[in-house]
């Protein structure tokens, strides 16, 4: 599925670069024969399994010759004008950096399960019901310091000078919420628009990395080390601060209810997280 939504974009003009990296599945007998039959496609193929699907982003753009990079994730799928559509974005606003759309969440059936509209009208209650442009800095300010506005990579379309901008050695040290850590730095002194049309399908269930380490001292480490990178680019709010603590504290009790890291190695971890978040808001 996630293939056949790639080759089939209604924008064409594509490059094509399939990761594979080191997979123990069917998967290289999938990547050949779409390649044999779609000259767009370039493979590359992990010896070595890195361990971090940020590495394999790096890998990506690195090989990327065009302006612009889509990264399309093994695990998810999009509507096949989703690059027509946010590449329409840039040439009505030639000055932005970043171009995305609405998601919606998907099962292991691929079926809509959720939007995730649901969660972003908590902090805004009709922002992301239209199509619109922002600052950079004021995502940052307002809304990424509570959660991950952007929870899909393979719902955006970026310049491709904008990875530039980031500290991989700092990215390579994420597991799990390297994503959002990705986006604050290319949002610091930038500009997104966004599209409200759900053209991107992201797969929240089943035996994906987000599932595996979401109720974990790890993810509240890595939500706590978000923060603080904004906080070091951009001053927030009080209102937000009260946020951002209570949606930790959300995750918090969350984690705690369904960890099976133990308790005495749960709290150890998760209260040296909650320190480093508080010292960041003060």
């Known amino acids: 599925m996630r293939i056949d939504s790639v080759v089939n974009q209604t924008y064409g003009d594509i490059e094509i670069i399939i990761l594979d990296d080191c997979s123990t599945d069917n998967s290289s007998e999938i990547i050949e024969k779409y390649a044999s039959k779609d000259n767009r496609i370039i493979k590359h193929y992990n010896t070595i399994n890195t361990g971090s699907p940020f590495k394999q982003w790096k890998k990506g753009i690195d090989l990327a010759k065009g302006e612009f990079i889509w990264i399309a994730e093994s695990d998810d799928y999009a509507d096949i004008t989703l690059i027509e559509k946010l590449l329409g974005a840039f040439f009505q606003n030639p000055d ?3 171009a995305y759309c609405q998601s919606n969440f998907v099962n292991t059936k691929g079926e809509v399960v959720g939007n995730h509209i649901e969660n972003l009208s908590l902090l805004h209650p009709n922002l992301w019901q239209s199509d619109f442009c922002m600052d950079g800095n004021e995502v940052l300010a307002h809304f990424m310091p509570i959660i991950n506005v952007i929870p899909n990579v393979g719902a955006v379309l970026f310049r491709r000078n904008m990875a530039d901008k980031v500290n991989w050695d700092k990215l390579f040290c994420f597991r799990l919420g390297g994503d959002r850590y990705f986006w604050i730095e290319v949002l610091y002194n930038s500009k997104l628009c966004f599209t409200a049309e759900p053209l991107n399908y992201f797969r929240i269930e089943g035996d ?8 974990t001292a790890l993810y509240l480490n ?4 978000n923060v603080i990178a904004i906080c070091k680019r951009v001053g927030l709010s009080r209102k937000v601060k009260h946020q951002v603590f209570r949606q930790w504290l959300h995750y918090f009790r969350k984690a705690k209810r369904y960890t099976n890291e133990g308790n005495l190695r749960f709290y150890y971890r998760s209260s040296f997280a909650f320190i480093r978040l508080l010292k960041s808001l003060l």
């Not at 994906?208 to 109720?215: E, G, M, V």
């Not at 890595?222 to 080390?225: I, M």
């Open 208 to 215: 994906t990395q987000r599932a595996k380490h979401l109720h």
């Open 222 to 225: 890595e939500v706590a080390e």
């Open 96 to 98: 932005i950096s970043l």
